[in-house]
């Protein structure tokens, strides 16, 4: 699938859109007595936000599977919805007293602010349990989804997400080198990343080497992504980023911006990007989508960071 620069923007709204209006089905029946736990966790789920993890999975799925009309949107949202709770499991989490320790996410009160800490903790654990449910129900052929789902867990949780959030969370107040950085950080932000995009080429029936060119495409990207994060933290203001900025230097931890200073880490979000496009050349016009996807949400947010 191709997609010109007003494709694109077309494109990310209308599968934002679908994405949801598919949420809030994810979570129905609410579980009687347990009523407070579900209005923590559409709460956090039904926040807003750029959707960008199953964005990037509902384009990966489409690019792979190209002309073939038998794979629709709308039949993979379980997957989607699934990838979106376990990425909003880990930021109510994250902004927990014991972890970041922020009472603002996404320009409101965090989970554990808007109820409190034992419902926020038990509300991550419900959408990460949830999520595993959520992706089974897609009417994928089980040789494709068992693989996708297991690729989820393994970058989501131990091997991945999880191990990358307990090494940051050992090393606030450590000096760390680029390349520690770097590794905590394909891990914490660029594993569930790759589990989006890789699992997406996956149910569509990308071979090996697809998936190799995915996983590379989403490990520069989510490399951009922290970068240009880090950045926002010192440049921009608290209405835009939506959270409080200067959280990274008032918990003393190494940033890219501490390490590279601002110029420097601009460049190197930027190579990051280009070097995202480059691990696409394989897919040929299967990665035009996936390409113009990196432009609009990572060139953007480059540029606003000048």
Not at 99 to 104: I, Q
Not at 105 to 112: D, L, Q
Not at 162 to 191: M, N, R, W
Not at 282 to 297: K, M, Q, V, W
Request: overall charge negative; proline content about 4%.
């Amino acid at each position: 699938m191709s997609a010109s620069t007003l494709d694109i923007k077309n494109y990310m709204e209308e599968r934002r859109a679908l994405i949801e209006s598919a949420l809030p089905q994810a979570l129905q029946p609410v579980c009687r007595g347990a009523e407070q736990l579900f209005a923590a966790m559409e709460y956090s789920l039904m926040a807003g936000g750029k959707r960008l993890r199953p964005l990037l999975f509902l384009a990966a799925l489409e690019s792979i599977a190209a002309q073939d009309e038998s794979i629709r949107a709308e039949d993979y949202l379980p997957f989607a919805c699934g990838i979106e709770m376990i990425h909003t499991y880990s930021l109510i989490h994250d902004d927990l007293p014991a972890m970041d320790d922020d009472d603002l996410r996404r320009g409101r009160p965090s989970c554990h602010k808007a109820f409190d800490e034992a419902t926020a903790i038990l509300a991550g654990d419900g959408l990460l349990t949830h999520s595993f449910a959520v992706m089974l129900s897609t009417p994928a052929a089980a040789e494709r989804l068992l693989p996708a789902i297991r690729l989820v867990a393994e970058k989501a949780g131990i091997y991945g997400m999880v191990s990358g959030q307990v090494i940051d969370v050992a090393a606030e107040g450590q000096p760390l080198t680029l390349q520690q950085l770097q590794y905590i950080h394909s891990c914490k932000t660029g594993a569930l990343l790759q589990a989006a995009v890789v699992a997406g080429g996956w149910l569509a029936g990308a071979d090996a080497a697809m998936r190799d060119a995915l996983m590379s495409y989403a490990g520069s990207f989510g490399l951009a992504f922290q970068i240009i994060d880090d950045i926002l933290d010192i440049v921009a203001d608290e209405q835009t980023l939506g959270k409080p900025i200067g959280s990274d230097a008032a918990n003393n931890k190494t940033t890219y911006v501490t390490l590279l200073g601002l110029d420097g880490a601009r460049a190197a979000a930027a190579a990051a990007l280009a070097d995202a496009q480059a691990a696409l050349q394989p897919l040929g016009t299967r990665g035009e989508l996936l390409a113009a996807l990196a432009d609009a949400c990572l060139g953007a947010q480059l540029a606003a960071c000048r």
